[in-house]
């Protein structure tokens, strides 16, 4: 979400650091308005004066944790032409964020598994999180086959949603087992995988 003048406002960033962290640690449903006030050390009417409720928060974290996620995919790929170098870039990304825990679980991941059923509002601002790392990759995927491997027997559409849901499966393995090597391992079979399909 690009910063305006209505949104640039220290109150309001403290607000979203504390429901950032206190949401992807408790849920959705645990987090209390008054304990997001307290740890960003701010009034209930201030929380009130940047957002209607606790949802509308919801979802502006989900949109600036997309965005924010976005922006570091974009970063790693820039000045790369090819579409599979970019997708590869992108794993890598992941692959580095796991390696130093910068990753300390995806927000959208972990409120849509909370919410799908209870609040569609939210459920939306999750789908279109998801779907923009979706979209992405399905442009560089779908490029690469015609460049790369043109005459293969594979659908590069599907394979977005593939990479998604081997990086959130992969996030919340770490979150039962505390094995970061597995996720490691994952990102590195899915590498294996892609050369195997594109033959580089």
Request: charged share 25%.
């Amino acid at each position: 979400m690009p910063r305006t003048k209505a949104t640039e406002s220290p109150t309001r960033d403290k607000l979203l650091e504390a429901g950032d962290e206190i949401m992807r640690a408790k849920g959705y449903v645990a987090a209390t308005v008054d304990e997001i006030c307290a740890a960003a050390g701010v009034t209930k009417g201030s929380f009130f004066h940047y957002f209607k409720s606790k949802e509308d928060l919801g979802k502006v974290l989900i949109e600036r944790f997309a965005a924010n996620q976005a922006a570091g995919f974009q970063q790693a790929q820039a000045g790369v032409d090819d579409p599979l170098e970019r997708v590869y870039r992108a794993l890598d990304f992941a692959d580095e964020a796991f390696r130093t825990g910068e990753i300390r679980g995806c927000l959208v991941g972990t409120l849509a598994q909370e919410i799908w059923l209870t609040h569609p509002d939210l459920r939306d601002a999750c789908r279109f999180g998801f779907s923009r790392f979706i979209e992405s990759m399905k442009h560089d995927l779908v490029e690469a086959k015609r460049l790369h491997a043109p005459a293969a027997d594979f659908d590069p559409e599907g394979l977005s949603a593939y990479l998604l849901a081997t990086i959130q499966g992969s996030m919340l393995l770490y979150k039962t087992h505390g094995d970061r090597e597995m996720m490691l391992a994952n990102v590195g079979y899915l590498k294996s995988h892609l050369r195997s399909l594109y033959g580089r």
